[in-house]
């Protein structure tokens, strides 16, 4: 069973806040992700980490940020928060292979009114 | 550019069997990965397939053709507690992944 947390589960917020959804695992990971995903629509990649002090930008990065100064924690911060970032967002982390599964936290429900 | 196709929904019975195509363009090509998510919970690891064949996992199995950028997921002896999208996702020359839009697979009794 995965061991990856995700808070607050949902948040409504108003347009122009800054908000932080938080990530922990206790699986040691050294790989961790945020991803956006809408209804029946794919997974795309906001950003990533292969371990302490490494961070990436994935396909949906401008608009937020990441920081990973301890492993098991990946906290994604959006600065001014929009509508258009109303969406569930999904952290993940894998074991040190390029191959590993992703184990999924049960994700935040944002919306920005 | 990269892309995965699969279909959007696809309906069963209960006790039959069903097959989940999917099929990539990736830059490089380094596995396939299966996954299940039900409605408005986190994705649940299901396959790996890497090498050509088929990887049989209890009622689960998955079978990959590389050359023809191929998958598909079988399920047998279906169950309503199989009623969940099922997403394709397949990893890049830089092992990263590139995922499907899923497919919702409905069970009917």
């Known amino acids: ?113 | 550019g990269q892309n995965i196709d699969q279909p959007t929904e696809m309906t069963a019975t209960e006790g039959a069997i069903v097959q989940i195509n999917c099929t990539y363009q990736t830059s490089g090509f380094n596995g396939l990965f299966w996954y299940q998510q039900h409605a408005g919970e986190a994705p649940t690891f299901l396959s790996y397939n890497v090498l050509d064949g088929l990887e049989e996992k209890g009622r689960f199995s998955s079978f990959l053709s590389r050359s023809k950028g191929y998958s598909y997921l079988l399920l047998k002896e279906l169950q309503m507690k199989d009623s969940a999208s099922y997403l394709c996702a397949a990893t890049d020359s830089n092992y990263q992944l590139i995922w499907g839009a899923g497919t919702k697979l409905i069970i009917k009794p």
């Open chain 1, 1 to 113: 069973e995965a061991d990856i947390y995700q808070t607050p589960r949902y948040l409504v917020i108003g347009t122009g806040k800054k908000i932080t959804l938080e990530c922990s695992q206790t699986m040691g990971h050294d790989k961790m992700y945020w991803y956006q995903q809408d209804p029946g629509m794919e997974l795309h990649l906001i950003h990533y980490s292969y371990g302490v002090n490494s961070t990436e930008k994935g396909d949906l990065s401008s608009e937020s940020t990441v920081s990973r100064i301890r492993t098991e924690h990946f906290p994604l911060t959006l600065e001014s928060a929009r509508p258009s970032h109303t969406s569930q967002y999904l952290c993940a982390s894998s074991a040190g292979s390029d191959t590993g599964e992703l184990f999924f936290g049960e994700g935040s429900r944002l919306t920005v009114l």
